[in-house]
């Protein structure tokens, strides 16, 4: 019985060591409980998993609708109808719009030239009528064989004194009638005696101021050109030639239907003619001077048209005109027009000549205050000598 038990141990030995160490249990009884907390554990954690779940769909969904809001944005930024597309064509049409504001502000500025320009236009015009106006005839001689334009009385009332009555034909040839008949009558009533008769009257022809101050400017011309041995003539109130033709101005004050006819193109150009300016006033008189360099007649009446133009000068009552200027020949010439200030250019023009100016072009205009009598000519020869000054100095820099 030994030897059995020795075996069975023996066998049972020698079973475990070929196995290596065995720990032998019972599954019925040992592993049953380990695989129920793992099962109750897992069904424990479900709800958890769940809700995990659930917030990742929700983080995937934001996040979805995110890079769905991304691509909107960008589609709106980039596409062709986006906010960059729609940004530069805003951009395009604010410049398109500056450009178009620009166009408007230069044609306002021309549109408000043109008025100006008009404006003048119409108060040179309406000072004229006026001119005719105050000529109007206060005295008519009824019953007269010769038409008088208008007749007036000169001066005021003075008893004791004759008063002087200066009536305008209107017929020129009319005026040798009226002084032959006034010739005759003295003639046929002082008959067979030495002395005419006392005709309590007396008719002188009268010219103008106008007509005066023309026919002292041809004079000096015509003095010129006989220093020059050319032999010129007057043929009533015109200068001839010895070839039969007239003396014509070379430089004429633009008339106003000139004025108005200026296109944009000579605008331009004229307004690039460059001008010194002087002003002064006295006793509620207006006087402003503008000087140019010029070199022929062209420049001249270019720079006359240019201040005639310009509103600061237009609604003057007088633009005097000055200019003297060398050719490329070596010859002078030179000229003036009153616009109605008489005696005026003629001052000016020796001042220039004292001065020893050329390639110089001076107007001056005159705004009516008080009256100032001989008073305004030195005022215009001061102005004239200190354009000249400041005139050089800015010609020599």
């Not at 909107?72 to 951009?91: M, P, Q, T, V, Y």
Request: charged share 25%.
């Amino acid at each position: 019985m030994s030897l059995s038990r020795s075996r069975e141990k023996s066998s049972v030995t020698n079973s475990a060591s070929s196995h290596g160490p065995v720990n032998v249990t019972d599954p019925g009884i040992s592993t049953a409980p380990t695989l129920t907390q793992e099962i109750i554990s897992t069904i424990q954690a479900i709800p958890n998993i769940q809700t995990t779940l659930g917030e990742l769909s929700e983080y995937l969904r934001v996040i979805k609708e995110l890079t769905q809001g991304i691509k909107n944005i960008k589609n709106d930024l980039w596409e062709e109808d986006g906010f960059d597309f729609r940004i530069s064509h805003i951009a395009e049409q604010q410049e398109v719009d500056s450009g178009n504001i620009q166009v408007l502000k230069q044609e306002n500025k021309m549109l408000k030239e043109d008025i100006d320009m008009l404006k003048s236009v119409v108060i040179n015009l309406d000072r004229t009528v006026r001119k005719q106006q105050s000529e109007i005839t206060d005295l008519k001689i009824p019953g007269s064989r010769n038409t008088f334009a208008n007749i007036h009385r000169n001066g005021p009332k003075n008893p004791g004194r004759p008063r002087t009555i200066t009536g305008r034909l209107e017929k020129f040839t009319d005026k040798e009638k009226v002084l032959q008949a006034q010739k005759d009558k003295r003639n046929s009533e002082g008959s067979g005696s030495t002395e005419q008769s006392n005709t309590p009257f007396y008719i002188t022809p009268h010219r103008p101021v106008e007509v005066a101050e023309n026919r002292k400017k041809l004079q000096e011309i015509s003095n010129r050109y006989w220093k020059e041995n050319v032999k010129t003539r007057f043929v009533g109130d015109k200068l001839v030639f010895p070839n039969g033709n007239t003396y014509k101005e070379k430089v004429l004050k633009p008339k106003p239907e000139n004025i108005l006819l200026v296109d944009q193109a000579e605008k331009e150009a004229l307004q690039q003619i460059q001008m010194s300016t002087l002003e002064t006033s006295t006793e509620g008189n207006d006087f402003k001077i503008a000087a140019s360099t010029t070199a022929t007649f062209n420049q001249v009446r270019n720079f006359y048209k240019k201040v005639v133009m310009d509103s600061n000068y237009s609604n003057a009552d007088h633009n005097i005109l000055v200019y003297r200027f060398t050719d490329k020949n070596g010859l002078i010439h030179e000229g003036y027009n009153d616009d109605g200030e008489h005696g005026a250019g003629r001052r000016l023009l020796k001042d220039l000549q004292y001065l020893h100016v050329t390639d110089m072009t001076c107007i001056i205009s005159r705004f009516f205050g008080k009256y100032l009598g001989y008073r305004r000519f030195q005022i215009m020869e001061n102005l004239a000598a200190d354009i000249v000054l400041a005139h050089r100095g800015e010609t020599l820099g």
